[in-house]
Nanobody, 115 residues
């Protein structure tokens, strides 16, 4: 069984940047795809990006709003990252990582962007 723990959230001013981490323990990520989602107050959970690894190649997929500002990556172990640049107040949300196409989620990390 894999467990996910997000970290790296916090308070940042508009235009700032943050890097979130998603560390997998237990059985680890392995060859699974990993995705980032977010949920703002009063809104549905929203897909951000996904990374899929085949052999030595990582394939990245982004929601339209994330292209050009957000970047997903992973290390050779069990950590997936989400680099977020040019943050705006509308990016304020709880950010979650997920083993793609499963019910395995982390507990989330709060990102707050002040204007």
């Amino acid at each position: 069984q894999v467990q996910l723990v997000e970290s790296g959230g916090g308070l940042v001013q508009s235009g700032g940047a943050l890097m979130l981490s998603c560390e997998a323990s237990g059985s680890g990520i392995g060859a699974n795809s990993v995705a980032w989602f977010r949920q703002a107050p009063g809104k549905q959970r929203e897909y951000i990006a996904r990374i899929r690894t085949e052999g030595n190649t990582n394939y990245r997929y982004y929601a339209h709003f994330a292209k050009g500002r957000f970047s997903i990556s992973r290390d050779s172990g069990n950590t997936v990252y989400l680099q977020m640049n040019s943050l705006q107040p509308e990016d304020t949300a709880v950010y979650y990582c997920n083993i793609w196409d499963t019910e395995v989620w982390g507990q989330g990390t709060q990102v707050t962007v002040s204007s």
